[in-house]
């Protein structure tokens, strides 16, 4: 992953928080389920995520994920404006995830 950010980040609404805490993995939003993969935004790219699929909700939490756990599961593909996204093929273990803080 050279050239990419160490980290990344996942937002989560409270209840798929909740459910992640309790599993210790995270398999997929809905959108994620759709997609194939779980959406994770850089730091840059965090607030444009926000304002485009989660405007006007609140309880967000933010995980700060630490890609090099993840390993070959992560992949960077275009996506919004043609900028590169990481992308998790796999469930997320909780062990990736370095910090989280609420949002809205």
Avoid: C
Avoid at 15 to 25: C, I, K, S
Avoid at 78 to 99: E, K
């Amino acid at each position: 992953m050279t050239g990419h950010p160490a980290t990344a980040y996942k937002i989560l609404t409270a209840d798929q928080w909740t459910q992640f805490r309790a599993d210790g993995l995270f398999h997929s939003a809905p959108v994620d389920l759709a997609d194939g993969y779980i959406h994770l935004s850089t730091r840059d790219q965090l607030q444009g995520t926000l304002d485009k699929h989660f405007a006007g909700q609140s309880g967000l939490v933010i995980a700060e994920v630490d890609l090099a756990q993840l390993g070959e599961t992560v992949k960077w593909e275009v996506s919004r404006g043609n900028a590169l996204f990481p992308h998790i093929y796999g469930p997320l273990p909780m062990a990736a995830v370095l910090g989280v803080r609420q949002q809205g």
